[in-house]
């Protein structure tokens, strides 16, 4: 919690879906919410729309593939509020959806690593110090059931990789900081109704970033390093 008092969350990928969502939550339980995104003009269209429901948000821009973009939100935040308690790891890209492994480009393949698991892993890097520093952290990767190896077939290999880098990522640097009350776990938010998951999903945004929530506000006993969906673990 930064001096001022305030519980501070950030998310990517925010300006709409689930993201968005999971700001609208946050802010609403009482979190400073800095809502992020790679379009500056969307974000602050996204953030003005919350403000009219009440909570406390502040917009940034950020580029998660950009270590510039990034370096230029930990200096906002090292400026203004020294602290950083809640990381939630949204922003994604699913960009070959059918391709097969034998086929996918691979600038494909690279953009979508550096976007759904370098940039989270760079993210982790900025700002797991902040929460070092003061003793708390939550962080949250937005992952997918297709990134699970129990349940893994064929096709959208780009996506599914990235998910399981994240997943396995989640799992090693849990363990490395497993003496802290810093919580790093993944979720799956299932088939959501966004651009991603399109209009027949059967999942509202508020269902999708339910367990986000959760995990985002875990008590000092929760858990760390898991896999959830709907606030349980799954096989990875």
Same mark, same amino acid.
Request: net charge negative.
């Given at each position: 919690?930064?001096?001022?008092?305030?519980?501070?969350?950030?998310?990517?990928? $925010?300006?709409?879906?689930?993201?968005?969502?999971?700001?609208?939550?946050?802010?609403?339980?009482?979190?400073?919410?800095?809502?992020?995104?790679?379009?500056?003009?969307?974000?602050?269209?996204? &953030?003005?729309?919350?403000?009219?429901?009440?909570?406390?948000?502040?917009?940034?821009?950020?580029?998660?593939?950009?270590?510039?973009?990034?370096?230029?939100? &930990?200096?906002?935040?090292?400026?203004?509020?020294?602290?950083?308690?809640?990381?939630?790891?949204? $922003?994604? &890209?699913?960009?070959?959806?059918?391709?097969? &492994?034998?086929?996918?480009?691979?600038?494909?393949?690279?953009?979508?690593?550096?976007?759904?698991?370098?940039?989270?892993?760079? /993210?982790?890097?900025?700002?797991?110090?902040? /929460?070092?520093?003061?003793?708390?952290?939550?962080?949250?990767?937005?992952?997918?059931?297709?990134?699970?190896?129990?349940?893994?077939?064929?096709?959208? $290999?780009?996506?599914?990789?990235?998910?399981?880098?994240?997943?396995?990522?989640?799992?090693? /640097?849990?363990?490395?900081?497993?003496?802290?009350?810093?919580?790093?776990?993944?979720?799956?938010?299932?088939?959501?109704?966004?651009? /991603?998951?399109?209009?027949?999903?059967?999942?509202?945004? $508020?269902?999708?970033?339910?367990?986000?929530?959760?995990?985002?506000?875990?008590?000092?006993?929760?858990?760390?390093?898991?896999?959830?969906?709907?606030?349980?673990?799954?096989?990875?």
């Amino acid at each position: 919690m930064n001096p001022a008092g305030k519980t501070i969350a950030i998310v990517t990928g $925010a300006n709409r879906g689930i993201g968005f969502e999971t700001c609208r939550q946050l802010s609403q339980l009482g979190f400073l919410t800095i809502l992020t995104s790679r379009d500056e003009n969307k974000g602050k269209a996204a &953030v003005e729309l919350l403000l009219q429901e009440g909570g406390d948000l502040i917009y940034h821009q950020l580029n998660v593939t950009d270590l510039d973009s990034i370096s230029r939100l &930990v200096s906002y935040i090292e400026e203004n509020f020294q602290c950083c308690d809640i990381l939630v790891n949204n $922003a994604g &890209v699913f960009i070959d959806r059918g391709r097969s &492994v034998l086929d996918v480009p691979l600038d494909v393949l690279q953009e979508t690593l550096e976007t759904n698991f370098l940039g989270a892993l760079n /993210m982790c890097r900025a700002f797991i110090p902040f /929460m070092r520093k003061h003793q708390y952290g939550r962080v949250v990767n937005v992952s997918s059931g297709m990134g699970s190896i129990a349940s893994m077939g064929g096709s959208s $290999a780009a996506y599914k990789l990235s998910k399981l880098v994240m997943n396995g990522m989640t799992r090693i /640097m849990a363990d490395e900081i497993k003496d802290t009350n810093i919580k790093v776990n993944t979720m799956a938010p299932g088939w959501v109704r966004t651009d /991603m998951g399109g209009p027949s999903a059967p999942r509202s945004l $508020a269902q999708g970033a339910d367990t986000i929530i959760w995990l985002a506000t875990l008590p000092d006993d929760g858990p760390t390093g898991g896999f959830f969906e709907d606030r349980k673990p799954i096989a990875w």
